[in-house]
């Protein structure tokens, strides 16, 4: 997945509470093999459609503000849109209020830091609404099959490492080859407590 993601920044601010629970759509995936002793998926995603922004100068919080603010108006979108998730129409906003979904992905290298919230799966490139901020770009992703651990706790930087390298030993253990850096994804928002957060790693792979 060469355009996107890691590191969560207090997201999903609504569908959450404090005892993890959501309503928030998921990105649907097929899952293609478990090590439930480890936490541990295989995954396809057949498609997703991203909606990104780069992380550097103001950092994640501004990253993140932006796209919140696009999934609640800040677009250019037709009068309704056909979703499986739903839709609040509100017409004296700018544009559509989106359903947000989960999870945020976020990647977090020197000279290529970006944040991205996934679109509803019925979205398309055609359908998704044309970001009124410069600084957004719609891309789509297809076929991105990947290894993901999950792990509750906060997306510290010694949390991620230690679960990168827990997820790195797997892949190498069970003859996969890892084709990117490490992405991370966070499903809760900041009101859940830790212990039941969900948080990921993922890995995109051969």
Not at 7 to 30: H, I, K, M, N, R
Not at 87 to 114: H, L, Q, W, Y
Request: proline residues 6%; hydrophobic residues 40%; glycine residues 6%.
């Amino acid at each position: 997945m060469k355009l996107l993601f890691p590191l969560f920044a207090a997201l999903l601010t609504s569908g959450c509470s404090v005892f993890g629970q959501s309503d928030v759509e998921t990105a649907p995936y097929t899952l293609l093999k478990a090590d439930a002793s480890q936490n541990i998926e295989v995954r396809n995603y057949d498609s997703m459609i991203l909606v990104s922004t780069d992380m550097a100068g103001d950092g994640r919080n501004s990253a993140f503000r932006k796209l919140f603010g696009y999934i609640s108006g800040d677009n250019e979108g037709a009068v309704s849109i056909a979703m499986t998730a739903p839709v609040i129409m509100d017409n004296s906003s700018k544009g559509e209020k989106i359903a947000m979904t989960a999870p945020v992905f976020m990647r977090n290298r020197p000279g290529d830091s970006m944040m991205s919230f996934v679109m509803p799966k019925d979205f398309t490139l055609q359908t998704t609404p044309k970001p009124t901020n410069p600084e957004l770009v719609v891309t789509e992703v297809k076929n991105y099959q990947v290894a993901a651990i999950q792990f509750s706790g906060t997306l510290s930087r010694s949390n991620v490492e230690k679960h990168t390298a827990m997820l790195q030993q797997w892949l190498s253990a069970n003859g996969y080859t890892a084709i990117s850096a490490p992405i991370e994804a966070g499903y809760n928002g900041p009101l859940t407590l830790p212990m039941l957060r969900r948080n990921e790693v993922l890995i995109e792979i051969d």
